[in-house]
């Protein structure tokens, strides 16, 4: 059974860094495309970066050079890391594996940047 | 990017009603296309793949049609699961990008 389960988020105040883990089971990440989207309260989805199964990356233009994407492969782990943070990155962070799009996703984790 | 236009941003309807909701897209995605769906707390679920085809567990009410740019999901006759919020999602190229959302309510 697929599995996701997110980790790591908070309250962290403007300009502060956090990195969120997702843990997966029941398959490879490492084989996988894995997603992150976000929502803002109240707000839709906005697709946040990716990670292709041969390590590429890319990020939506509101995260390009503050938000790393990574991942563990002998932890079946994926990562976000998040600098620089802003109040309106304030969301519920999902990961997910593609398959055409966001397949399986997870609970999410709850970012909140305030002061 | 490819922007995705969605609509109705809400809709009112009653239970058996027949249900449309639209996304246009700002280019030609071909078939790139997927459904889902969100209910309160939860994480998003996909209905639609592949702009029509109909993911594994679904009921078969749910109908996705469209290429190109223009793309519909249908539900044929609503129940009261299915109030919920939708988001269309092109795959076509990065980044991805979803529709502004439609939130279906109960009349």
């Known amino acids: 059974e697929v599995q996701l389960v997110e980790s790591g988020g908070g309250l962290v105040q403007p300009g502060g860094s956090l990195r969120l883990s997702c843990a997966a089971s029941?398959?490879?990440?490492?084989?996988?495309?894995m997603s992150w989207v976000r929502q803002a309260p109240g707000k839709g989805l906005e697709w946040v970066s990716v990670i292709y199964s041969g390590a590429g990356t890319y990020y939506a233009d509101s995260v390009k050079g503050r938000f790393t994407i990574s991942r563990d492969n002998s932890e079946n782990t994926l990562y976000l890391q998040m600098n620089t943070l802003r109040p309106e990155d304030t969301a519920v962070y999902y990961c997910?594996?593609?398959?055409?799009?966001?397949?399986?996703w997870g609970q999410g984790t709850l970012v909140t940047v305030s002061s | 990017d490819i922007q995705m236009t969605q609509s109705p941003s809400s809709l009112s309807a009653s239970v058996g009603d027949r249900v449309t909701i639209t996304c246009r897209a700002s280019q030609d995605i071909r078939n790139d296309l997927g459904w889902y769906q969100q209910k309160p707390g939860k994480a998003p679920k996909r209905l639609i793949y592949?702009?029509?085809s109909l993911q594994s567990g679904v009921p078969s009410r749910f109908r996705g049609s469209g290429s190109g740019t223009e793309f519909t999901l249908t539900i044929s006759s609503l129940q009261p699961e299915d109030f919920a919020s939708y988001y269309c999602l092109q795959h076509s190229s990065y980044p991805l990008t979803f529709g502004g959302g439609t939130k279906v309510e109960i009349k």
């Open positions: 997910t594996r593609d398959a055409t799009g966001p397949l399986y």
């Open positions: 592949a702009a029509s």
């Open positions: 029941g398959f490879t990440v490492s084989s996988n495309y």
